[in-house]
């Protein structure tokens, strides 16, 4: 019988050799596959913001044309001035500016009139409505210039695309290249498009009254959600007992913060509209549906920063004979309160977000004015970007990007105020 082989230094030094390499080239690898998928991530990510910056940073690029329009007393009535009609008056001072006679059917005025926008005649008659005393004066009234002549100027609609193939025409095209060239017609930063509220008119729609809506909205949903969430979370760590009911509930919580936003606006839509009767399209049963849906995320957040508190804190508290609520409301919580509001600042930001519950509970009428109250008609920022989105004129879809880049700055300042609120009161242990 031959005894086995002893190995020799040499050959386990080897042997040992080979598996450090080995093992070395396999955290070589992981650590490149790691970092192209860090590049991939990055490159979608700066795909999907060049493109909405691209295509909507052109909304905040104002056009607007200045008319001199003389109030021919003739044709406005003192007693019902608003019988007048102060868009064919607008049309033609601006063929008077260009040097152009209108035919007898009005065809040239009819031309104007698709490159300015109706605002114009709507300031005419605002200001002969409080000052009746203008008629038979000259005034010079300024406002947009209709979507598609703002197109035009911002190099989106092109005089080498056939003319069959755009709106305007080469007359119109040649028009407003003379208005511009006289100084009629300005460029400058588009404070409307944050100052006005939504319209049917692409150059007079603004975020103003979506962004009032989320904020309402995103009040209901934080003063119900927090305080709720918080306190939720904190009996379930630190009081309930732990048998099988509490088990069950956080399997259930855990289940809730994965079931689909949609579910939560057929819940609301059942719950608060049909048998509540809360009104549809409001802030109020916007912000009730996102607190559902906040709810859970809030929860988890405050479990896991309240776990993260050492048990060294509570011992202290109760060695010095400190209740078991003292302890949690005026030591436990207080020191968790970071990971508490980043938790509930998070939760917040991606309810902002959502769409499809608020679509199920009727947020998708439309509003051209500034919500009146928390019951009132309402749109918000997601539901405009949709609502645009689907609108035909072309001169909404720059201002659906334009929408995107408001919510994603709304977004990101929650994010930021999420990450100094950890920082700022974080410790370590």
């Keep these: 019988m031959t005894d086995a082989a002893i190995p020799t230094a040499a050959s386990l030094r080897q042997t040992v050799e080979a598996r450090l390499k080995k093992r070395h080239a396999q955290e070589m690898r992981f650590r490149l596959y790691g970092r192209m998928a860090i590049i991939v991530a990055l490159c979608f990510l ?34 019902d001035p608003t019988g007048a009609n102060y868009d064919m008056l607008v049309a033609q001072s601006i063929l008077t500016k260009l040097g152009e006679q209108d035919d007898d059917l009005g065809e040239k005025s009819g031309k104007v009139m698709e490159i ?46 056939p003319q069959d193939s755009r709106k305007l025409d080469d007359q119109q095209l040649d028009w407003m290249d003379k208005l511009k060239a006289s100084g009629a017609v300005t460029s400058g930063f588009n404070v409307s498009f944050l100052t006005n509220s939504d319209s049917t008119e692409p150059e007079q729609a603004g975020v103003l009254g979506a962004i009032v809506g989320s904020a309402m909205m995103l009040l209901v949903t934080a ?37 689909p936003s949609i579910v939560y606006g057929l819940l609301g839509l059942a719950v608060f509209s049909n048998w509540l009767a809360v009104p549809r399209s409001s802030p109020l049963l916007g912000g009730l549906v996102l607190a559902l849906m906040a709810l859970p995320t809030i929860i988890i957040a405050t479990r ?46 991606h309810a902002l977000g959502e769409t499809a519950p608020l679509l199920m509970i009727g947020m998708i009428s439309f509003v051209p004015g500034v919500p009146e109250g928390f019951t ?49 009161f974080e410790r370590r242990w």
């Design 376 to 424: 009132g008609a309402a749109t918000v920022l997601p539901v405009q970007v949709f609502i645009w989105e689907n609108a035909s004129e072309r001169g909404f879809h720059e201002r659906t990007a334009a929408a995107i880049i408001v919510l994603l700055v709304f977004m990101i300042i929650m994010n930021l105020a999420a990450i100094l609120v950890r920082r700022r």
């Design 223 to 259: 003063v119900l959600a927090v305080p709720i969430g918080v306190l939720a979370a904190t009996y379930l760590e630190e009081f309930a007992p732990k048998n099988r009911w509490t088990d069950i509930i956080e399997v259930n919580i855990n289940n809730l913060a994965a079931v």
């Design 46 to 79: 700066a795909l999907l913001l060049g493109r909405i910056v691209t295509q909507g940073y052109s909304t905040f690029v104002d056009y607007r044309i200045a008319v001199p329009v003389y109030l021919d007393p003739a044709r406005i009535d003192k007693a």
């Design 116 to 161: 300015m926008s109706n605002d114009l005649g709507f300031q005419l008659l605002k200001m002969v409505r409080e000052d009746p005393s203008l008629i038979g004066k000259t005034i010079t009234v300024t406002g947009p210039v209709k979507s598609d002549a703002a197109l035009y100027f911002k190099g989106q609609i092109k005089r080498s695309t």
């Design 304 to 349: 896991s920063a309240l776990k993260a508190v050492p048990p060294s804190i509570r011992e202290a508290a109760l060695g010095v004979g400190a209740s078991r609520t003292q302890t949690v409301f005026h030591h436990v919580l207080p020191l968790a309160m970071p990971g508490v509001m980043t938790g509930a600042i998070l939760s917040l930001a």
